[in-house]
Every structure is written in structure tokens, then in C-alpha cells.
């Protein structure tokens, strides 16, 4: 089993930057690609950001030039810097495991708690 934990969500104002952050622990040798998603109330969850072992990446077309997502492996650790941030990014943020296919990033169930992105405006 995996656990993950991130950190780093808080309010913010608009046009203002946040840098998330996720470690897993555990299985980690398991561990191919990361990713994190958001659910802001009464929206499905989606994806934001995923990236492969290698550090291959894809994005949200939302975020794409603002948000840029990263990993230390040898922390177990994934990272996503936020700039620019807007209104509509308010969310819960996730932290996930998943696979990295040729279309892009695909989730596993392996979840974080989450941690609450608040933009105002």
C-alpha cells in the first residue's frame, strides 16, 4: 500500500501563486506516474497535472501556462506550482498514483486527503 500526504493549499488572492506538495510513503517502488486533480463543489473531480517517471507531462487545458507540475523521485515527492491563480481554481486538490499511457496520465485508486485551494477575488 501507498500513502500519500500533500500540503501546501491555503486562501490566496487572485493573481497570486501556491505551490502544492505531495510525499508517498510505503510501496513506493511501485510508483510510476504521479498526478494531482481538483473538486471544486458540485463538480466531478478532473485532472490538472500528471507526470511520468521520466518527466513526461500534460496539463488541464485551464491551467496550461500557469500551473507546472514536477516530482523528486528520490523524495517520493510531487510538486505543483501555481501562478496566476484565479477564482475558478478554488478547489480541493488531490494527490494521485497512476500510470503513464500514450494518451497521458491515467489515475489509479490511490488518493491523498486533499488540501483546499481558496481564490478570492
Known amino acids: 500500500q501507498v500513502q500519500l500526504v500533500e500540503s501546501g493549499g491555503g486562501l490566496v488572492q487572485a493573481g497570486g501563486s501556491l505551490r502544492l506538495s505531495c510525499t508517498a510513503s510505503?510501496?513506493?517502488?511501485?510508483?510510476?506516474?504521479m498526478g494531482w486533480y481538483r473538486q471544486a463543489p458540485g463538480k466531478r473531480r478532473e485532472l490538472v497535472a500528471g507526470i511520468s517517471s521520466g518527466g513526461n507531462t500534460n496539463y488541464a487545458d485551464s491551467v496550461k501556462g500557469r500551473f507546472t507540475i514536477s516530482r523528486d523521485n528520490a523524495k517520493n515527492t510531487v510538486y505543483l506550482q501555481m501562478n496566476s491563480l484565479k477564482p475558478e481554481d478554488t478547489a480541493e486538490y488531490y494527490c494521485?498514483?497512476?500510470?503513464?499511457?500514450?494518451?497521458?496520465?491515467?489515475?489509479?485508486?490511490?488518493w491523498g486527503k486533499g488540501t483546499l485551494v481558496t481564490v478570492s477575488s
Open positions: 510505503g510501496s513506493t517502488f511501485s510508483i510510476n506516474a
Open positions: 494521485n498514483i497512476g500510470t503513464w499511457l500514450s494518451r497521458g496520465y491515467s489515475a489509479k485508486d490511490y
